[in-house]
Structure formats: C-alpha cells, structure tokens
C-alpha cells in the first residue's frame, strides 16, 4: 500500500485550539487530532502515498510515524472510501434557502420588532405577564389539559425545526427525527455537523429553538393584548396567555444545564470543550469517592482532553445552577399550578354530581391517573421484554450445566 493511492471521502478540517475537528459531515464521524496528525491526514487526502507522507512527517516534525496503523485509525472512523467508490457531491441541503430567510437581516429586524413591541406591552399592562392562573383560561379543566398536552406538540416542532433550518443555512446536513418517551411525542435534531465549522458559527444554530421560543411568547402576549375587550381578555386572548405561560416554562427549563440543553451546548462551546457534562461529572464523582475513600470504582479521567479535564475541574460545581433553576422551576412554575389544579378539581368533586363540574372534575382525574399509570406500566413492560432477551443459563435433567 505504501505507494498506492489512497481515497477518502471529503473531510472537514477545523482548527480548535491545540487541536483540529476532523470529520466526515454526510456520515456524522468526527474525530480530535492534534495539529501533526491532521496536517498528516490533510497530505494524503491531497494524494500524497504512505511512503512520501512518512517521509514527509519524518522530514517536517523530527519523528517517525506508523501510516499503516494510522490509516487503519482513519478507516475505523469511516474516512477512508473504496477506490471504486465516488466522492458524495456536496450538495446544498433542503430548505436551506428558508434557513436563509428566517436568519437574515430583515427577519432579525422583524424579530426585534416584535420583542420590543411586546417588552413594551409587559411594562404597560402587568396583566400581560406570566402567572400561573393563566394556565386556566377557561372553568373546565378537561380542557386545560388538553391544551397544555398537545399545545405544545406543534411549537416543540417548530423549536426543534428553528435548530435545522440554522444549521442548514450554513450548508450542513441536519435531520429531525420523531420519537417518543413513554407517552409523550419528543423532537430531535442530529447537530454533530456543526463540528465541520468554527465555534462562532455554532451559536446561532444552539440558540434558534430559544430564538423561536421567546418569539412565539412575544406574539402570544400581543395577540392576547389586541384581542382584549374591555378590561378583559377575550376566549383567544386567553388560549394565548395559556400557551405562553407554559412557553415561558420552556424557556426556563434552558437554564437546567445539567439536562444538556441547549444553553449547555452554548456553554461548553465557549469554553471550548468536546464532552464537559461527562468529564466535569466524573471529576466531581472522583472527588466524592476520594473524600469516602472509594478509591476502587474512580473513573478514568484520562479519557477525556486536557481541556475537557481543566474547565471539568472547576464546571462539577457549576451545575448547582441548574439545580437551582430546577428547585426554581418547581417552587414558583409547576407547584401554583398544580395547587390550582387540586383546588379547582376538589371543589369540583364535592359539588352536585348531576352538574357539569363534578363530571368534569371526574375526567380530568382520569387523564391524570392515565398519565401516571402508563408511563409505569410502559416502563415495567419495557423492563420485562429486556430482560426476557438476557442470555441465560439452563441446566439439565441431571443438574450440569
């Protein structure tokens, strides 16, 4: 092989810091070279054969180096392609013309509009703000709950759809995919392509879904302001207010780090770091077990970058952010809430059964109950089919294994 060619597919090389982001963006395969090793890998994908590039190295950096066992390495990440095999044109992903549109300078004015025609009505009318009765927009809580259930589903949607399209303005191949978690519809986007540009281009791409996020709570609050009648809010107004108490929730949520939100993303970009939510648990994790003298179950540390280890060493503590903002959540977002809800459901259960109220109250303890039933039941039945496909051990008649 030392003088034969060598085909790869078309990699991305991005300078970070003391080291280079290699990566394949059509497969998602990235890997982290220190600068030798990518300017190696950069001199064969130019065509240069396994001899010259060892010569080259050895020439250029005062060492010798193992090409076999490093192609061997490139192969294993996907790099290297079949000779037979054509390079994958790098065509310009779907929809990247409406990434462009949303992200550019008249949608960012119009954005900017909007938040300070908003910011204004917050100042002007506190009724506008959010509080937990808006939840009830309406006396049957049936209805609450169906809003607060599957409202949401379309505007994760489109969150998830905001993250796409900002990756896809910048050429990178992005996908959205649907699943669930129990019960519940879950969106997600495969953003490993931002690996194949700077830093400062990442930002916009992890910030879109809470771009698009405080602009549907700015439109909820002004269409519920221009709705009003009277000193009131319309049945509009107040489906508006609803959704963007529970938008605001979102929001919120951002700030729970721990989670691997999208402000996390953000974050660990500026400190330039490949994997701090990993590392900086470990680091703390190895801390505890040495304060306990557990030393036999410490973690390897060494398997993350020197980076990685350094912001790891001080970031453990710092996600006691997000469990503030957790315990913040709950005391002052979900807990009004549901003390409403218990109020309102009560009162209901304990009026006449002939009237709407207590049959109302009824239903709704229904889907609650279903809410909470089937998720357990989910999960159990998922426990038990894997552990019917475990492996085991059967004995014979005669008692050997």
Request: positive net charge; charged residues 20%; proline residues 5%.
């Amino acid at each position: 092989m030392a003088d034969q060619a060598i085909h790869f597919h078309r990699l991305s090389f991005v300078p970070d810091g003391l080291d280079v982001i290699v990566g394949r963006p059509d497969a998602g395969s990235y890997a982290v070279l220190p600068r030798d090793g990518a300017e190696l890998l950069r001199h064969l994908t130019e065509g240069m054969s396994a001899r010259r590039a060892a010569e080259w190295y050895e020439t250029t950096f005062g060492e010798p180096v193992d090409v076999s066992d490093f192609l061997e390495s490139m192969d294993g990440l996907g790099f290297l392609r079949p000779a037979d095999a054509p390079i994958a044109p790098a065509a310009a992903p779907r929809f990247q013309w409406l990434g462009r549109v949303l992200f550019s300078r008249p949608a960012w004015t119009g954005y900017l509009l909007i938040a300070t025609a908003c910011l204004y009505l917050l100042v002007r009318q506190p009724e506008l703000r959010p509080r937990p009765s808006m939840v009830y927009f309406t006396g049957s809580l049936v209805l609450v709950q169906l809003l607060v259930l599957f409202g949401q589903t379309p505007l994760a949607f489109l969150h998830e759809s905001f993250h796409v399209l900002a990756m896809r303005r910048l050429g990178l191949p992005s996908k959205l995919s649907v699943s669930n978690r129990l019960t519940y519809v879950v969106f997600e986007t495969q953003s490993s392509g931002l690996l194949s540009v700077p830093r400062n281009r990442r930002y916009l791409p992890f910030l879109a879904g809470i771009l698009l996020d405080l602009e549907v709570f700015f439109i909820l609050d002004l269409v519920a302001s221009v709705t009003r009648s009277g000193n009131g809010f319309t049945l509009v107004g107040r489906i508006c207010l609803a959704v963007s108490y529970v938008v605001a929730a979102r929001i919120g949520w951002q700030f729970l780090l721990y989670l691997r939100t999208d402000l996390y993303y953000v974050l660990a970009t500026a400190l330039n770091c490949q994997d701090l939510h990993d590392a900086s648990t470990a680091i703390f994790a190895n801390r505890m077990r040495r304060f306990f003298r557990r030393t036999a179950h410490l973690v390897d540390e060494e398997q993350w970058t020197q980076r990685d280890r350094r912001v790891g060493s001080w970031y453990g503590w710092f996600l006691l952010v997000g469990y503030t903002a957790a315990f913040g959540l709950i005391l002052f977002v979900f807990v009004p809430v549901i003390l409403i809800y218990l109020e309102r459901g009560s009162s209901g259960l304990l009026s006449d059964p002939s009237g709407g109220r207590f049959w109302n109250s009824v239903f709704s303890l229904v889907i609650v109950a279903f809410n909470v039933v089937l998720p357990i039941f989910l999960a159990r039945r998922k426990r038990r089919m894997n552990a019917d496909r475990r492996p085991r051990l059967v004995s014979d008649s005669h008692g050997v294994m």
